[in-house]
């Protein structure tokens, strides 16, 4: 007989979970809290969609190869509308500077390095489409979930889910897409399931503007200053999104209060960007003009749960994907990439036995294998931007020899080594996108050979592979905006 899949939540680590699961011939139902989306098209499903359960829906999205790959290998019909609703696709050749195309040489395997851009209510909408015509898929909207419905015995075993107005839903396998805000691991726990969990701060807020060419207008040439890049105290970032639209997102420190305060005002945004070479051209008055507020987000947090601590089942009928599961700091725009990584895991999972314990087991094992390494570097960079961030408001902080060495390196080494040879631009974007482990390429005796000739080289014969400023320091920064850079200083300062 075959299995009937209960997914919490229809956002996209849901819509994942029937994409791979549905073609199994599995039924799957979907009870999505929120309505339906509008009819019509990507703007009405941006100007208009209630997925209050999707809290960075409206924030920049660029949708890694990984996923893209995902899609193209297995539903490339879903690919197909994907480009017909005017997402776009980004390959490796738009990446290379002039210095790259010297010796540039296209591979077979450059075609795996292609990323969607598009704002994620598009990308959403064209693949919920999608999901409602498959076989054997149904999504229930409007859903509260409000309990699970368990069996006695160790582990607790999961046989469905109980709705808001008292209708239990049975189930022979659970899975919880709910984001965030889903309430039943913590439902799990208090029955006694050994669920264990390790979470951090990421440290920053996170701030959205959306903006739309003008008629007959394009997107700026490339190859000036960067329109993404990390000032210390601010990191900004420019997507290009579907029907002529773009966004901009920029990522505050937690410690820079007053900054924070006052960049959700849309002159303030706007005028900042305005601040920052790489990002100017995007907001000329007869290119483009803005669509939306400033949309804000804090509580950035990055978290990974285990159902199966020290190799042993907190749970049986039950798994977890997307954000109920591994949460991340959206900035590095992974989460979707790791829903469907996830997604295809589980497949493989449930596929390959029978058995609920040793199905939990080869899934955990898999997250563990294909993206707790990228987790894991996500953390170390969060910390690193903290620290960075809190002694940029510290006068007497003075860099180590080591921390100087290793600014050295990755700037004046493994930077210069990137933006010089395409070929370790192509490594590095591999890692970058989930290709292969993110520090491969690093690894490889060829690659430490190119980086330290380039480190080597004296700064004045390679002066010309140097990026351009990315923009101001802070003090010239936040007086351009009408802020005083001492007050957030003193305030660390004074504990």
């Not at 959403?124 to 054997?136: A, D, F, K, W």
């Not at 849309?266 to 920052?276: A, K, Q, S, Y």
């Not at 020290?310 to 725009?333: C, E, H, K």
């Not at 990228?374 to 940029?392: I, L, N, T, Y």
Request: with cysteine; aromatic share 6%.
């Amino acid at each position: 007989m075959s299995e009937h899949v209960v997914v919490i939540g229809a956002g996209m680590a849901g819509l994942w979970s029937a994409l791979t699961l549905a073609p199994t011939g599995r039924k799957v139902t979907l009870l999505d809290r929120d309505p339906p989306p509008p009819p019509g098209d990507g703007d009405a499903a941006f100007a208009g969609w209630a997925h209050r359960g999707v809290t960075h829906l409206r924030h920049s999205h660029a949708f890694l190869a990984r996923l893209r790959a995902i899609i193209r290998d297995e539903h490339p019909a879903l690919l197909e509308a994907i480009g017909a609703a005017g997402c776009r696709e980004l390959g490796l050749d738009g990446m290379l500077t002039d210095r790259h195309r010297r010796k540039w040489t296209p591979r077979p395997e450059d075609a795996d390095l292609v990323v969607l851009t598009s704002r994620r209510t598009t990308l959403e909408l064209v693949i919920r489409r999608y999901v409602e015509s498959l076989p054997g898929v149904d999504i229930r909207t409007e859903c509260f979930v409000e309990g699970l419905e368990t069996s006695g015995g160790s582990p607790i075993r999961v046989t469905g889910v109980r709705l808001s107005g008292g209708e239990v839903v049975p189930a022979d396998l659970v899975v919880d897409a709910g984001g965030r805000t889903s309430s039943a691991t913590e439902q799990l726990t208090d029955l006694g399931a050994p669920i264990t969990e390790s979470a951090e701060d990421a440290g920053i807020l996170y701030f959205t503007r959306h903006y739309r060419l003008l008629a007959g207008q394009d997107e700026p040439p490339r190859g000036g200053a960067p329109a993404t890049g990390d000032l210390g105290f601010i990191k900004f970032g420019v997507f290009p999104g579907d029907s002529g639209c773009f966004s901009i997102t920029l990522c505050v420190p937690e410690i820079e209060l007053e900054l924070r305060k006052t960049i959700v005002k849309p002159e303030v945004f706007d005028g900042l960007c305005r601040e920052i070479p790489g990002m100017r051209p995007w907001l000329e008055p007869d290119r483009a003009e803005a669509v939306s507020k400033v949309f804000g987000m804090g509580d950035l947090k990055s978290r990974w749960r285990t159902l199966a601590p020290d190799g042993q089942p907190a749970v049986l009928s039950f798994f977890s994907i997307g954000d109920s599961l591994i949460r991340t700091n959206p900035l590095y725009g992974r989460g979707c990439t790791f829903a469907a990584v996830s997604a295809t895991l589980l497949r493989d999972a449930i596929n390959g036995s029978p058995d609920p314990a040793t199905r939990l087991l080869t899934y955990e094992a898999g997250l563990r294998r294909e993206v707790l390494p990228f987790f894991e570097a996500m953390q170390k960079d969060d910390r690193s931007a903290v620290r960075r961030a809190r002694q940029a408001l510290d006068p007497a902080y003075r860099p180590s020899l080591r921390t100087r060495v290793l600014r050295s390196f990755a700037e004046d080494g493994v930077a210069i080594a990137i933006r010089s040879d395409p070929d370790l631009l192509r490594a590095a974007m591999r890692g970058f996108h989930m290709l292969e482990h993110p520090s491969d390429w690093l690894k490889r005796p060829a690659t430490l050979g190119k980086i330290l000739l380039a480190w080597m080289t004296p700064r004045a014969a390679k002066a010309d592979v140097y990026p351009p400023k990315a923009g101001p320091d802070r003090d010239t920064l936040l007086r351009a905006i009408g802020l005083d850079p001492q007050l957030d200083i003193a305030r660390v300062a004074a504990g």
